[in-house]
């Protein structure tokens, strides 16, 4: 056990078991590629703050960020709220065993004149008409600085470290329907103007394309793009129609990554059948998170575990949030008998280790992915 680790159980009376292979990002990107790997990578896209402060021992924010989280919404993400500090960030990663850090840019940068003067992210989801964009101030070069100086900081305290960097986001459709439109208009939109739709989502693509050619440069390693698209049952919108409207768009954004030969992880919730051959014949590595509620692991990877790298799938409603640790421990085990053999599997939640996941079972989690993960 590490002088850290003791920390850890002086403090909570929970070990964090010693585990074979220090983080490397290379691990995780010869994973995500599918190649032979000495352990199965663990990840985690958002550990919640009561996680970090009982890890850290101190206050640190969460995992995307300190003072919010801008998972969980558009306004969250402003330029008063930084991703969580790097060096933070990093001894987390060494003290749980993850090979990468990870920061945001998710929700599209349109801003509006709100009713006090003050120029804030669109969250009225107000925009219906194409009168309405009058109102929208568009992304700026100042809005690709705010996010790259962040990554330049990240980059460069992960430095000698072996840890990697992933640059995560881009939701140009979520954005919409979630903050900009709402759903039921978004869904009527597409239907009576699809071509305003789609000019929304094409600034939205030439702004992220662009952050993501500037953000390789300075040196990220895994691009993590997200757009949630699905429920448990399918897909939003009819899947020959989600493919004419969205893929051309983030297409675009994907371009940069695929051209520099960066591995790239895909993010949404819910059931992805209808949407995998279109996100595979984009040049997708990974999927993530494996919704339980619409995903059975051992059907993705019978259908695709030879096609794809899938992350996640333990649900944090149970076990995690419901479960005890030996239920998660056992949770566990039963992944990785599907899921370990040929590779091709980052473990971690079907979501984030939210706060009223038990820290007792987000340890125990832990401890049995590095138990049965050697290979």
């Known amino acids: 056990m590490s002088v850290k680790q003791d920390d850890v159980m002086r403090r909570t009376g929970l070990a964090i078991q010693p585990f074979a292979g220090a983080p490397d990002k290379q691990r995780l990107m010869a994973c995500i590629r599918g190649e032979a790997t000495d352990r199965v990578p663990n990840f985690e896209i958002l550990i919640e703050d009561q996680h970090v402060t ?22 969250a993400a402003e330029v008063t709220m930084r991703p969580m500090h790097a060096r933070d960030y990093i001894e987390l990663c060494q003290l749980i065993g993850q090979d990468a850090i990870a920061l945001e840019a998710f929700w599209t940068p349109l801003k509006q004149v709100c009713p006090d003067g003050r120029i804030r992210p669109i969250t009225d ?9 009058a109102r929208i101030i568009w992304p700026t070069d100042d809005d690709m600085e705010e996010r790259l100086r962040y990554v330049r900081e990240y980059v460069a305290a992960a430095r000698g470290t072996n840890l990697g960097v ?6 140009i459709f979520q954005t919409l329907y979630e903050f900009v439109i709402g759903m039921h208009d978004c869904m009527v939109m597409l239907m009576e103007e699809r071509d305003l739709f789609e000019e929304l989502m094409s600034r939205s693509a030439d702004y992220y394309a662009e952050l993501i050619r500037r953000a390789i440069a300075e040196g990220v390693d895994i691009l993590f793009a997200a757009d949630d698209f ?28 695929r051209d520099a030969g960066l591995p790239i992880m895909f993010h949404s919730d819910g059931k992805l059948d209808e949407a995998m051959d279109m996100l595979l014949d984009m040049g997708i590595d990974c999927i993530t998170p ?4 619409g995903i059975d692991y051992r059907d993705y990877k019978a259908r695709y575990g030879h096609r794809v790298t899938l992350h996640g799938n333990m649900d944090i409603t149970w076990p995690l949030a419901t479960g005890t640790p030996e239920e998660v421990r056992q949770d566990v085990h039963a992944h990785m008998e599907v899921l370990k053999p ?12 939210v706060n009223y996941v038990p820290h007792a079972n987000f340890i125990a989690m832990l401890n049995a992915i590095h138990e049965f993960g050697n290979y």
């Open 342 to 353: 040929g590779g091709r599997w980052i473990a971690g939640s079907s979501h984030s280790i």
């Open 290 to 293: 494996m919704d339980p509620s």
């Open 166 to 171: 992933i640059f995560c986001g881009f939701c």
């Open 54 to 75: 009982a890890l850290l021992g101190r206050a640190a924010g969460n995992t995307l960020g300190v003072g919010g989280d801008p998972a969980k919404g558009s306004a």
């Open 230 to 257: 699905a429920f448990k049952s399918g897909l939003l919108v009819r899947p020959e129609l989600f493919a004419e409207i969205w893929r051309p768009h983030f297409d675009r954004i994907l371009a940069p990554a």
């Open 125 to 133: 989801r107000s925009i219906h008409t194409r009168a309405d964009l």
